[in-house]
Structure formats: structure tokens, C-alpha cells
């Protein structure tokens, strides 16, 4: 039996309901009772391996307090432009790392800084960190 890869826009579906469920503080059991589904298929959700019907979107959309198209915002498209390419999303890295709880942890407390130029000092102390790793891995 050959495993299929998950389509990329159910994948994206996915990290964008798990990243509003911890958003929420809301675990895959609640989200799961909510639906009257297991956490295991809020979970195969979550990594796009199942695919999310309409009206289950629709249901989801409603438990996360969130529009619908909020589960679409910025993932592929699926669009193709004049050039042949599909218009182009915002990475993944970015929806990745908001979908997990340090990720989020991280957004909350750095937004919450009011001091521009401390803002900017943690961003370059960051950057020298993620250059001394590369640096030393190379």
C-alpha cells in the first residue's frame, strides 16, 4: 500500500487550527469533545492527513471563534499566475512556528514589548545566536 503525501492546503488548514487551538489554550481532547470526534482525529487534522469537509470546517471555524477564511489565510492557493507559477504564500516556517506553543509563547511576550529599539536588540541577539549554530553545524 503506498502512502500519499497530505495535499499542502490540508496541511495548512490543519496548522492554522492547531495554531488557533493553542492560541485558546485549548487541548486536542476539548477541541475533539466539542466536534464529538477523538483527539487522535483532531490530531490527523492537525497534520493535514485527513482531510476537513465544509461543514466541519464550518463547526471548527465556530468552537476557535475565528472566520472561516481564517483557516486559509495566507496558504497556498493553488493559483496559477501568467508566468505558470502559483502565487505565492507566506512560508511555512512562519505558520509552523506559530503552531507550536513556544512559537506562540514567543509572539505573545515580544509584541507585548513597547520599547522599539529592545525589540530590535532581541531580534540581532537572535539572529547572532541562529549564525553562531549554523556557523558551528557547517
Do not use: W
Amino acid at each position: 500500500m503506498s502512502t500519499k503525501a497530505p495535499n499542502p492546503v490540508d496541511k495548512y488548514v490543519g496548522s492554522r487550527v492547531r495554531m488557533r487551538r493553542i492560541m485558546l489554550g485549548m487541548s486536542q481532547e476539548k477541541l475533539g469533545e466539542a466536534l464529538g470526534l477523538t483527539f487522535q482525529q483532531v490530531q490527523k487534522y492537525e497534520k493535514g492527513t485527513n482531510r476537513v469537509g465544509a461543514s466541519r470546517l464550518q463547526q471548527i471555524s465556530e468552537i476557535l471563534q475565528v472566520p472561516v477564511s481564517f483557516l486559509f489565510d495566507g496558504g497556498p492557493s493553488g493559483v496559477k499566475t501568467a508566468d505558470g507559477f502559483s502565487e505565492g504564500a507566506s512560508p511555512t516556517y512562519v505558520s509552523d512556528f506559530l503552531a507550536t506553543a513556544e512559537g506562540l509563547a514567543l509572539t505573545r511576550a515580544f509584541t507585548r514589548i513597547a520599547d522599539a529599539k529592545l525589540r530590535r536588540s532581541i531580534v540581532e541577539l537572535v539572529e547572532q545566536i541562529a549564525a553562531r549554530e549554523a556557523a558551528e553545524q557547517a
